[in-house]
């Protein structure tokens, strides 16, 4: 047990011009500097004497060391000292001036003691040893600037107590100051291991009454479970659940409770509250700071060819590099995004090739995400061709500024005024005509118009002032990765902001590495790369995936974690799937704020059903949410309907038609919703009652299985006869089905009869043939695709 060493006992132990200090003047300091005591005989803490020890040695200054001394050399009563005094002097004082060091360890904040403690220290010694009269074998104590480790002095202390009384649980006896001294020179002799051993024990145990004594330090997330929050109180969840119902609050330990709730309860039994504030390793590792206006300076254009595929896109950046990669690629089809940088005029223009075969298409949504400026390719002799359409909609989707290119002038079949026309049923109207969009016609063959189409490409990235901070660490994206045999994992990086120099440990993904080598689309080596940059890399860990944001950072350890922490969110985030955005949630994210806009890509089998269904939907938007048809277009739902939905955030309207295989595993796997119609005022109705939050659908589809026809014939008073294989699933008797030609639905209807040789069966499996006929249906052609569905009710 510690000493107490009442409020009382500190002032009387001071003195002032001779006199004790009144208690009055120690609770002062305490009621400015720390906590107002209750009276004067509360016992003071190590804190607490801190500040008192501070406030007086620093405003009792002493004039000279001399004065310390004063009643040493002028007592009149002084005897001569016997011979052996200075002996005893000269032992004596080392082990003063050995105890004084030992006390002496630096600790923050605290004042050495005051100069009366030592006047009165040397007072009583003089009692029981003859005084010198002589200064030559005085010591001082030059501690004066030092600090005093109080937690030693009270250790001492603790020593001089009677260690038999400790033992049976007597109250402590102050002991003369003479026999502790001389009990502590004897203890100071002996003191071996085992005694230091037990000292620090003690204060350990000490320590830790103490610490149960104050008040527990909580802290408190924005949310916290009540077991978790029992746990960090020291508390029972019994009691924690009595103390929440006791506020009228019903939870059970598993439940969530918010901060301020938990902060109450906390309170209320006796614990301290702090607001913990959790800083993830993407916080502390990637700087996300907003730049100011003032460390911003001009970063050249990123400008992303679009176009139909053999439109003269690659011909077209071919002119412009003078440089021929076209030879190298098989069938005219580009193999991958590659980026290049050329002056325009002494400025700088970066370039990106995006691929133009459908395969692509996701490819091409990404490229559009990171650039300024879109130049769509469009050749004079071919017109607007379906994936044209799908990069003007992928252009205007990343809300970037299209310049149009009519390439291919010196063909004589070219007719520029034709895809002029074609363009404004777009809402892409040229500047000859009163609208916005920049049409150049251009040859990539004999580069006429070229120059012009830059320079319109220049002004365009002028009007929009781009600009970029290159004093900070390095952020941009992937443009494409790669696995080389010799090199191992390259990267092509566009820098979108700061500097990515050689050495820099970079992040992309779930991808790791140091940049060994930096290379430019010619095959220079640099050492940095500034905004607006595409540089070639090599030294990550593995092939980050194309599309993925980089940041350089400081520390490799941290940001390996990084990557095993986004790694294992991908695996959680594979095994419990999410729907992005569906009808059924529709109204609630309204009813949020989260849903402005509600995109939709529309599909019909006809030019006429896909403008009509567009029109109708766009008709729907009111004052919370308005509906954006990005893209409408005529034929099956494909891949690329599914990659700009994902991108982009939409829902499919499927118009008499189907989704292909590939489309309907790529939409269940990124869980974007398509809603298949017969008619269209379904479709405006279900979308519609989604927005006011009536939806309710009443019957799921549930797929049963595919067949194919492989033969059809006519029997005499049954009528028509698919021969069919089954190709998944199962084929069964009474079941919905629909006869697909080419994705597009021919006829909806039932399975009348099916049939296995003569029988007529209820079920037919995959890897089986059988003959179906339909209810009030004949015409059937081999190559069709039959698929059987059930509906089912679903729970409201």
């Known amino acids: 047990m510690m000493i107490k060493y009442p409020l009382h006992k500190v002032a009387k132990d001071f003195k002032k011009g001779g006199k004790d200090l009144p208690s009055k003047a120690v609770m002062d300091i305490l009621t400015q500097y720390g906590h107002p005591p209750k009276n004067h005989m509360q016992p003071l803490t190590d804190e607490e004497l801190s500040i008192v020890f501070e406030y007086l040695t620093q405003n009792n200054q002493i004039d000279s060391i001399e004065s310390v001394y004063a009643d040493i050399y002028h007592d009149p009563d002084a005897k001569k000292p016997a011979p052996s005094a200075p002996k005893a002097e000269v032992r004596e004082q080392p082990k003063a001036e050995q105890k004084g060091q030992q006390a002496a360890q630096p600790q923050q904040g605290r004042q050495p003691q005051p100069q009366s403690q030592t006047q009165q220290h040397q007072a009583k010694q003089q009692q029981s040893a003859p005084r010198p009269t002589t200064r030559e074998k005085k010591v001082v104590d030059t501690r004066g600037s030092g600090t005093v480790n109080l937690d030693k002095y009270d250790e001492r202390l603790e020593s001089f107590t009677d260690q038999k009384q400790q033992d049976r649980g007597g109250k402590q006896k102050f002991q003369g100051r003479n026999a502790q001294r001389q009990r502590g020179g004897k203890q100071a002799g002996s003191f071996g291991n085992k005694r230091k051993q037990e000292e620090q024990d003690r204060m350990r145990r000490l320590q830790l009454e103490i610490a149960k004594k104050a008040p527990v330090k909580v802290l408190i997330p924005d949310e916290i479970a009540v077991g978790e929050l029992a746990s960090r109180m020291k508390k029972t969840g019994a009691e924690v659940v009595k103390c929440l119902m006791k506020n009228g609050v019903m939870a059970s330990l598993s439940e969530i409770i918010d901060f301020d709730t938990a902060a109450i309860i906390a309170e209320e039994m006796g614990c301290k509250v702090e607001k913990e504030v959790i800083v993830t390793i993407e916080e502390k590792l990637i700087d996300t700071a907003e730049d100011k206006a003032e460390d911003l300076e001009p970063r050249a254009p990123v400008v992303v060819v679009m176009g139909h595929v053999d439109h003269g896109k690659t011909s077209l950046l071919d002119y412009i590099r003078n440089a021929n990669v076209v030879s190298g690629e098989a069938g005219g089809i580009t193999q991958h995004i590659g980026a290049y940088q050329v002056e325009v005029k002494g400025s700088p223009v970066t370039f990106l090739d995006t691929p133009g075969h459908e395969a692509f298409t996701a490819m091409r949504a990404r490229g ?20 044209t359409v799908e990069s003007i909609n992928h252009a205007k989707a990343a809300e970037i500024p299209i310049i149009v290119a009519i390439n291919k002038m010196d063909k004589p079949t070219a007719n520029p ?55 900070r660490s390095a952020h941009g994206a992937v443009i494409e990765a790669r696995l080389d045999k010799g090199r191992g994992p390259i990267a092509t990086l566009l820098v979108q902001n700061g500097t990515l120099k050689q050495g ?14 930096m290379t430019d689309a010619k095959g220079r080596k640099l050492t940095e790369a500034g905004p607006s940059v595409p ?16 940041h350089a950072v400081a520390d490799e350890r941290m940001a390996r974690e990084l990557v095993e922490q986004r790694k294992h969110e991908q695996k959680n985030a594979a095994s419990s799937p999410v729907g992005k955005v569906s009808l059924e949630d529709l109204f609630s994210q309204i009813q949020a704020g989260e849903m402005k806009n509600l995109n939709v890509i529309v599909k019909a089998d006809v030019q006429g059903s896909a403008e009509a269904v567009k029109a109708s939907l766009e008709k729907l938007s009111n004052e919370e949410v308005r509906v954006r048809v990005i893209h409408c277009a005529v034929g099956a739902i494909s891949e690329s309907d ?12 499927g118009f008499n038609v189907r989704p292909d295989a590939n489309a309907k595993e790529n939409a269940a796997r990124n869980h974007v919703d398509m809603r298949m119609y017969r008619v269209i005022y379904d479709a405006i109705n279900e979308i519609e009652a989604a927005m006011k939050g009536m939806l309710a659908p009443k019957f799921k589809e549930v797929e049963l299985g595919r067949a194919e026809v492989r033969n059809v014939f006519r029997i005499t008073g049954v009528g028509m006869v698919a021969g069919c294989y089954v190709l998944d699933g199962k084929m069964q008797r009474n079941a919905q089905m629909r006869l697909l030609r080419d994705n597009i639905v021919i006829y909806d209807g039932a399975i009348a009869s099916l049939q296995r040789f003569k029988d007529s069966v209820k079920e037919v499996a995959a890897g089986y043939e059988c003959g179906i006929t339909f209810e009030k249906f004949q015409d059937i052609k081999e190559g069709d695709v039959i698929e059987a569905f059930l509906m089912e009710e679903v729970e409201r």
């Open 368 to 387: 559009a995400m990171i650039t300024d400026v879109a130049i769509l390719v469009v050749a004079a002799d071919d017109g607007i061709m379906p994936q």
């Open 417 to 471: 005024d034709r895809i002029m026309q074609q363009l404004t049923e777009y809402e892409l109207v040229p500047e000859e005509w009163g609208g916005e969009t920049i049409v150049c016609p251009i040859s990539a063959k004999t580069g006429m118009g070229i120059d012009n189409l830059l320079d319109m490409v220049v002004l365009t990235a002028e009007m929009r002032e781009l600009k970029a901070n290159p004093n």
């Open 504 to 517: 820099d440990v970079i992040i992309a993904g779930t991808a790791v590495g140091r940049v060994r080598a």
């Open 535 to 550: 540089v070639e890399i090599i030294g990550m860990g593995e092939v980050p995936g194309a599309g993925d944001d980089f």
């Open 642 to 653: 599914v990659m700009l939905a994902t991108t982009s955030g939409a829902i499919i309207v």
